[in-house]
T-cell receptor
Framework: GAGVSQSPSNKVTEKGKDVELRCDPISGHTALYWYRQRLGQGLEFLIYFQGNSAPDKSGLPSDRFSAERTGESVSTLTIQRTQQEDSAVYLC???????????FGPGTRLTVT | KNEVEQSPQNLTAQEGEFITINCSYSVGISALHWLQQHPGGGIVSLFMLSSGKKKHGRLIATINIQEKHSSLHITASHPRDSAVYICAVKGYGSGGGADGLTFGKGTHLIIQP
């Protein structure tokens, strides 16, 4: 079946602009994660959605970052007033549940100029 | 917060060699993941384990819960195994970042023909 998809694959934006990144999880996967990978760095956890429970937002680096997910479908990660340090690959992963392996999307490469 | 350490950071070996990559973590976990990231960024989950040993083809993953240590082995290594191998651990989940994975910095493996 189809894997996790993300769009856009690449995004170049000017400092100060808002951006919206999209993740389409595998159908039926109740849990969805957003991660960030800065150049030369390891991955960082950003936010976790599980079904209709309140999301775990503890990894979001600032209040400029927010994410939404409607039910068990698409999720969007929004970064307001982008800064150069926001440049990174943003990865989404979905899973059947907490104790299952995660399936990663191809990522969105964000470049803030 | 769990600290995840991988070793070595970089490894270059000849085709056919037996490869071992190590991962240690500081706090008890519910599961440990081994991930493979190829140039271009795509991440594939290789194993998820919480005890014992798992094998898939030429790959073997082991975990020692008491010692908070896991190893990933590659037998009969091949140039196509060249990638970054990432260890990631998962807490018991109750928000506060425990719902997401905590990642090691990765091991850059190059297998020369």
């Amino acid at each position: 079946g189809a894997g996790v998809s993300q769009s856009p694959s690449n995004k170049v934006t000017e400092k100060g602009k808002d951006v919206e990144l999209r993740c389409d999880p595998i159908s039926g996967h109740t849990a969805l994660y957003w991660y960030r990978q800065r150049l030369g760095q390891g991955l960082e956890f950003l936010i976790y959605f599980q079904g209709n429970s309140a999301p775990d937002k503890s990894g979001l680096p600032s209040d400029r970052f927010s994410a939404e997910r409607t039910g068990e479908s698409v999720s969007t990660l929004t970064i307001q007033r982008t800064q150069q340090e926001d440049s990174a690959v943003y990865l989404c992963a979905s899973t059947e549940g907490f104790h299952y392996e995660q399936y990663f999307g191809p990522g969105t490469r964000l470049t803030v100029t | 917060k769990n600290e995840v350490e991988q070793s070595p950071q970089n490894l270059t070996a000849q085709e056919g060699e037996f490869i071992t990559i190590n991962c240690s973590y500081s706090v008890g976990i519910s599961a440990l993941h081994w991930l493979q990231q190829h140039p271009g960024g795509g991440i594939v989950s290789l194993f998820m384990l919480s005890s014992g040993k798992k094998k898939h083809g030429r790959l073997i993953a082991t975990i020692n819960i008491q010692e908070k240590h896991s190893s990933l082995h590659i037998t009969a290594s091949h140039p196509r195994d060249s990638a970054v191998y990432i260890c990631a651990v998962k807490g018991y989940g109750s928000g506060g970042g425990a719902d997401g994975l905590t990642f090691g910095k990765g091991t850059h493996l190059i297998i020369q023909p």
